[in-house]
Every structure is written in C-alpha cells, then in structure tokens.
C-alpha cells in the first residue's frame, strides 16, 4: 500500500482498488491464518494420511492455495467493482455482462478447481474439503459475484453425483467438472419464496419417462447468462396427484438446451428468461425470474420444459438438501470472505490515514498520527479481527465436519461428525452472514466519510453481504430450524454430542490454567445457560414460544459456539510470543471478555418467558 502523500490531516491513502498489493501481503485473505487454521488447529495432515488423499502432502495443499491466491487476484479481483457498476442487463431475451467474468471462469475452469473434492473418476481432485473451502475463500474475497457461479455448479454436480443415475452424472455432471456446462438451484416461486410448501409449479409426466413443466421460478441465482454451453437447472415441481405440502415435491433435471444423441447441444428447451431482478449488491450474479413451459420454445413440437426426475418420485425436498446445505456453509464462507477481505483494507487503510493527534497530546503544531493510534479505530479494528477470524474458523471447521463424516476410518467418529455438522450448518450460514456484515459496517466507519463513497472497496463488499442473511435460508428461518428441530433431534443427541465437545475445550483449557482457565469458566457458564434455555422451550409448556424466542436463541447459540472456537484456537496458539500469535489471543481475549456477555442480553426476555413478541397485534404496528 502507498502511504499517504501529504501530512494534512484531511490527506487520505489512494482507494484500495487502485493500488497494487500492500507490502503487508494480500488484502483478500490473511495466508498466514489459512495456514493456521488448516494445520496447527484442524490437523488437515492427519486428514492427508486417509486413503482418499492418498495423492496429496502439504506441497500439495501449499500450492492450491498459492493458485487459488494468484487466479483471485489475477482474474476475479480487477472487475469486481466493473462488475457492480455495470450489472447484467436482459436484451432481446438473452443476458448481457462485462467479459471479464466469462474470462474469470475460463480461468477458474482451466484450473480444475471445480472439481476440487470431487472423485477422481468424474475428474476430480480429491482434495479434502476443508482445503478446498479454504482455496475458494480467495474467490469469494476477490469477486462474491463471479465466483457464485461456481459455488452453484459445485453443488449441482454434487448433488447429482449423490443422487443421480449413472446415465445423468455421465451427461450432465461430466460436462459441469469440466466448466462447460453451469448449474442452478430453482427452489422459489413468486408467490413461494422461504415456503417451500406453497410451490406450484407442476411436472406432468410423459410415456417416455421424462417429464414436463409448467411454472415460474423467482430469485434464481445464475439463472441465465452466456457464460457456458448450457445451463443445468435443478428445480423443485410437483407431479399431479402427490400429496400436499413438502411431502409431493420432487426434484427435476431441465436443461436450458437439450442434448443430441451425441451429447452435443441440441434444440432450446422451453426455459424462457422473464427478467432480471436488480439487486443492492452480489450484482455481478445474474438474478433470474424463470418462466417453465410458456411455449415460446417447444421441444419435440411440444409445449412444457423438458426433465428429468432425480432421485425418488415425491422425495425432491430430501434431494435438494444435498445442495442447500452445502450451499449454507458456502454462504457463510461467502460471509466470512467479504467481512474478512473489507478489514483486511480497513486496516491497511486505518496504519496509512493521517488525522488528529493523541488524546494525551494535543499539541496542534505535532503532526497527525496514523488513525490506528486512536483507540476507537483500535476497537473498530479488533472487534473485525474477532467477528472474521472467528467466522473463518467456523466456516473451515464444518467443511473438516465434511471430511471426517465422509472419510473417518472409525464409523463412529463418521456419524458424530454428520451429528455434529447438522446442528452447526444453521449457525454457520447465519453467524457469518450477520456479524461479518456488521464488520463491513465497521470497516466503512473505519474508512470514515470515504468509507461511505464508491472509491473505495468496502462499500461494495457492505452491499454485497447484505444478501447473506436473506437468500438460503433467511436468518429467521435458521433460527426456527435451529431451535425448532435440529437441537432436539435424536432426543437432543445433537445438543449433548456439541456440549461435550465444548467441555472437552473447557476440560484442556483448565489444565493449561491462567487466564485460558477464566475464559473455561466463562464458556461453561455459557455453554449450561444455552442448555437450560433449550430445556425450558422444549418443555410442554415452553413450545408455543419457540418462534418468537428464535432468532434470539439462535445468536446466543451462535455466540457460545464461537467463544468454543475461539478458545479452542487459543489453546492451539500455545506459547508461541510472535505477533500473528498473540494477535490470535487477543482476539480470543477480546471475543470472551466482550463479545459473549451479549448472550446474557440476547437470552434473558427467553429465561423470563416474556411474552412481548407474541403479543405483538399487528394493528399496532
């Protein structure tokens, strides 16, 4: 970064998307943490010694992470502001956008990262996961909006290799690994967003064993563009004569061009696009409204979009799971990200940005001092260290989950992990979506009144983590999934499995004593009071207020579990006196001694059974 170039306390440093790498290392992810992360706390070399990874050392893992770093910064990062200053635009029915992100993709393609964790034999890398959500963090950094057309074909291709036919995965995935196909989810409708319930577009079935439909889908990510050959849609249809609500939705295959007998691209399927919808941010991601057999296209001299059924007749909702809960952790990974990547160039910002002078010291004739010298900017600075390190760590933690569920040698450490992993998706979608989004706020009052204009980087990365909280899944709806089924699911089999973990940490923490010993205390006395909140909810009496006592719960729920991690980390800091070290420390310092408290405010009105929320009439508002 160049430093300032006058020493008027009005001076401010050249915007972050016109300068080139600070000598501090890159403003999109902290390497050093990575690396933290991945081997001195999860053990990804214990990882590596697993059959599956049998190919892979930690050169390997170095030098993904060396080429997800240079690909980022190379082809997503320079168009990131181009993309959301000119935004897809619908001409004559077909989508227009800058080049650089077809150019971007062709990169990430050539790279074979698609296909990082994916089986050799479809042509992929086998990576572990957590590597390859540490690898994709760098793109989701440098350009949220191009790199979510991956994410969604990741989880396609994903999707369909769990519970595709052989004959699907050889025509649709194969094509997917190799970048030349993308792919969609296409859950919402526009009478039908978070309501799963309420969807009506219809699949009639044919004599051939396709199926056609009718309907239109609404809020589609990648939802039609140039970038590929063709367009995977997965969509969610109901067969007539199922039976209502979820329980009759299947799962459909539709093409946006059907295939030769050669696999070569054939007529276009009647998958016609309505209109973009234009967004606050994330604008670089085409937002479609899909409208499914309107006739404008009739394949085979027939109205209705062509496809095919994946998975059971009336057993869609189970198979599109596969994807939503994949695609939760890559929201918050997403979420981390842009949180992480905005402090990152707020503090970069914050050591270069001369103005005022100390607060013991107001000698006008002194020269301004760096704004990092202020202790407000300090705890500006220290509370996103602690909100984007912490949500990096959850996010890298649930994807080892992924790995241990998937590669365990002993089966019971499989089934604890997917255990494990089904109570912390909610939280790692959603924990990461509110309070890195909080850390954007803070990273533009760090900015001050620059923060607020469009030469700088971080008003974006603000308006593009806005949606995080919103699309799959909004922070409410994790709340009631949460609370409502996931902590009491096998007898709250899950809830005990993770407070034993947690205990463990508490257990370990007390034998290192000092202050990792006080910070046992604090967490424990977390840990029992989200314990006894959950029994009281769940008690006959308690159940009528777990909707309103949702989002509440589910912050304090989040809150405790990142103090577990975090002092889990600390743990693995050990003596260490260097400054990346003891920054990790302080971080965990400051997250124990202000951030968990929030959970006494956030839980009391549940403890008290107030009723406020419920009583609500909705003439008074």
């Known amino acids: 970064m160049t430093p300032a170039t006058s020493t008027s306390p009005q001076s401010s440093p050249t915007p972050a998307s016109r300068r080139g790498r600070p000598s501090g290392g890159s403003v999109l992810v902290s390497r050093p943490d990575l690396d933290f992360l991945l081997h001195d706390w999860l053990g990804t070399g214990e990882l590596l010694a697993r059959e599956r990874y049998a190919e892979h050392d930690r050169g390997t893992v170095d030098a993904v992470l060396d080429l997800s770093e240079a690909l980022a910064t190379r082809w997503f990062a320079p168009h990131n502001r181009a993309a959301d200053?000119?935004?897809?635009?619908?001409?004559?029915?077909?989508?227009?956008?800058?080049?650089?992100?077809?150019?971007?993709?062709?990169?990430?393609r050539e790279s074979d990262l698609l296909a990082a964790t994916m089986d050799a034999g479809v042509g992929g890398l086998q990576l572990p996961r957590v590597v390859a959500t540490a690898c994709f963090s760098w793109f989701q950094a440098a350009n949220i909006g191009t790199s979510a057309y991956a994410m969604l074909t990741r989880g396609n291709a994903n999707l369909l290799l769990a519970h595709g036919t052989p004959g699907q995965i050889d025509t649709w995935v194969r094509p997917m690994v190799a970048g030349r196909f993308l792919g969609t989810m296409c859950l919402s409708e526009p009478d039908a967003g978070s309501s799963l319930a309420d969807i009506t577009t219809r699949a009639e079935p044919r004599p051939d064993g396709t199926h056609r439909l009718f309907g239109t889908?609404?809020?589609?990510?990648?939802?039609?563009?140039?970038?590929?050959?063709?367009?995977?849609?997965?969509?969610?249809?109901?067969?007539?004569?199922?039976?209502?609500?979820?329980?009759?939705?299947?799962?459909?295959?539709?093409?946006?061009?059907?295939?030769?007998?050669?696999?070569?691209?054939?007529?276009?399927?009647?998958?016609?696009?309505?209109?973009?919808?234009?967004?606050?941010?994330?604008?670089?991601?085409?937002n479609a409204v899909l409208n499914f057999g309107e006739g404008a296209?009739?394949?085979?001299?027939?109205?209705?979009?062509?496809?095919?059924?994946?998975?059971?007749?009336?057993?869609?909702?189970?198979?599109?799971?596969?994807?939503?809960?994949?695609?939760?952790?890559?929201?918050?990974?997403?979420?981390?990200?842009?949180?992480?990547?905005?402090?990152?160039?707020?503090?970069?910002?914050?050591?270069?940005?001369?103005?005022?002078?100390p607060f013991a010291d107001r000698d006008p004739s002194a020269p301004p001092v760096p704004i990092i010298e202020h202790p407000d900017v300090r705890r500006m600075l220290l509370t996103q260290k602690a909100w984007v390190e912490g949500a990096m760590a959850l996010v890298l933690y649930c994807a080892r989950l992924v790995d241990e569920r998937e590669t365990a040698p002993d089966p019971g450490a499989r089934r604890e992990a997917a255990t494990l992993l089904d109570i912390l998706t909610p939280v790692a979608k959603s924990w990461p979506s509110q309070w890195c989004t909080e850390a954007n706020s803070l990273a533009v009052q760090v900015h001050g009144g620059y923060g607020y204009t469009r030469d700088y980087d971080v008003e974006q990365h603000y308006r593009d983590n806005r949606l995080n909280p919103?699309?799959?899944?909004?922070?409410?709806?994790?709340?009631?999934?949460?609370?409502?089924?996931?902590?009491?699911?096998?007898?709250?089999?899950?809830?005990?499995?993770?407070?034993?973990?947690?205990?463990?940490?508490?257990?370990?923490?007390?034998?290192?004593?000092?202050?990792?010993?006080?910070?046992?205390?604090?967490?424990?006395?977390?840990?029992?009071?989200?314990?006894?909140?959950?029994?009281?909810?769940?008690?006959?009496?308690?159940?009528?207020?777990?909707?309103?006592?949702?989002?509440?719960?589910?912050?304090?729920?989040?809150?405790?579990?990142?103090?577990?991690?975090?002092?889990?980390?600390?743990?693995?800091?050990?003596?260490?006196?260097?400054?990346?070290?003891?920054?990790?420390?302080?971080?965990?310092?400051?997250?124990l001694r202000h951030e968990l408290p929030r959970i006494g405010a956030m839980l009391a009105p549940v403890e008290a059974g107030d009723d406020t929320i419920e009583r609500t009439d909705p003439a008074w508002l």
Request: hydrophobic share 40%.
């Open 85 to 108: 200053l000119n935004e897809p635009r619908m001409v004559d029915g077909r989508v227009e956008m800058i080049p650089e992100v077809g150019e971007a993709l062709r990169a990430f």
């Open 217 to 286: 889908k609404m809020w589609i990510s990648g939802g039609d563009h140039e970038l590929s050959e063709n367009i995977v849609h997965l969509v969610l249809a109901r067969v007539p004569g199922g039976p209502p609500g979820v329980k009759g939705l299947s799962l459909f295959l539709v093409p946006k061009h059907l295939l030769g007998p050669d696999g070569a691209i054939g007529e276009r399927n009647d998958v016609v696009l309505a209109g973009l919808n234009h967004k606050m941010g994330y604008r670089g991601t085409t």
């Open 297 to 357: 296209h009739t394949p085979g001299g027939e109205p209705g979009a062509v496809g095919e059924l994946v998975g059971p007749l009336h057993g869609g909702l189970a198979c599109m799971f596969h994807m939503m809960n994949e695609a939760r952790i890559g929201v918050g990974s997403g979420a981390a990200a842009l949180g992480y990547t905005a402090y990152l160039k707020s503090l970069e910002y914050a050591r270069t940005r001369l103005q005022g002078r």
């Open 470 to 591: 919103i699309h799959e899944g909004t922070h409410g709806i994790q709340g009631l999934d949460l609370l409502g089924r996931r902590v009491r699911a096998g007898n709250g089999a899950a809830l005990d499995l993770l407070l034993s973990r947690i205990a463990d940490t508490v257990a370990r923490a007390e034998e290192a004593g000092g202050e990792r010993a006080e910070f046992a205390g604090t967490l424990t006395a977390a840990a029992e009071r989200i314990r006894g909140v959950t029994a009281r909810l769940h008690a006959p009496e308690g159940r009528g207020a777990i909707p309103g006592a949702a989002t509440a719960y589910l912050e304090a729920f989040g809150h405790t579990v990142l103090a577990w991690l975090w002092l889990d980390v600390h743990l693995a800091t050990g003596d260490k006196r260097d400054s990346f070290h003891e920054g990790k420390r302080h971080a965990c310092r400051f997250f």
